[in-house]
C-alpha cells in the first residue's frame, strides 16, 4: 500500500494505478471516494467496503461527459452546477466506454454521475475520458456503517488490495 507521503497525487499516477487493477481513496468535499477502473480493480472496491454485489455505485463525471452519455433535459443545465452533485440518468446505448464498465453501476438502467467532488477528482474524470474509460467511485465507507472513518489519502496497488 503506497500513502500520500510515498508519492505525489498527480492524476497520471493515479489512473495508472487503477488501469493496473488497483483502487485509489481520495478526499472529496462531501468525504472520501473510492475509485476503481477496471473489474478486477471494481472487485476490490467492493470487498473493501464490504457492498453487495446488487448494490450500484456511479462514475465520476464532467458536465462534458454526463452530456456525451445522456440526452438529459438537464444537459444544458449542469455545466451551470459549480458545488458536488449527482445526477441519475438513462445513458446512451451503444456509447463505446460504456462497453469497458462494469455492470455493477447499472441501477435499472440507469447510471449515477457524480460531479465537481474535487479538482482532482474532476481532472481524473477527464483523464480517463481521453482514454476511453470512465472512473467507477462509491463512498469510502464500509457497507452500513456510515462515513466515520478518515483516512489519508490511499492508493491501492493490485498486491495491496489482495492481501
Known amino acids: 500500500m503506497k500513502t500520500q507521503e510515498d508519492l505525489s497525487l498527480d492524476v497520471e499516477s493515479i489512473f495508472n494505478i487503477l488501469m493496473n487493477s488497483g483502487v485509489a481513496i481520495l478526499p472529496s468535499m462531501l468525504g472520501y471516494g473510492i475509485m476503481a477502473v477496471t473489474r478486477e480493480g471494481v472487485d476490490k472496491l467492493y470487498k473493501l467496503k464490504n457492498r453487495p454485489m446488487n ?13 456525451q452519455l445522456t440526452e438529459s433535459k438537464y444537459s444544458g443545465e449542469v455545466k451551470k452546477v459549480k458545488y458536488p452533485i449527482g445526477f441519475i440518468e ?22 449515477s454521475f457524480f460531479m465537481n467532488l474535487d479538482p482532482l477528482m474532476t481532472k481524473l474524470a477527464k483523464y480517463a475520458w481521453e482514454r476511453g474509460e470512465l472512473v467507477v467511485i462509491s463512498s469510502c465507507n464500509k457497507s452500513g456503517e456510515g462515513n466515520v472513518l478518515s483516512f489519508n489519502c490511499l492508493l491501492y496497488t ?3 488490495a489482495d492481501e
Do not use: E, M, R, Y
Open 55 to 67: 448494490k450500484p455505485t456511479g462514475v465520476l463525471a464532467t458536465p462534458f461527459i454526463f452530456n
Open 90 to 111: 438513462k445513458p446512451l446505448k451503444n456509447h463505446k466506454v460504456l462497453k469497458n464498465l462494469p455492470n455493477c453501476v447499472d441501477q435499472n438502467g440507469t447510471i
Open 158 to 160: 493490485s498486491d495491496a
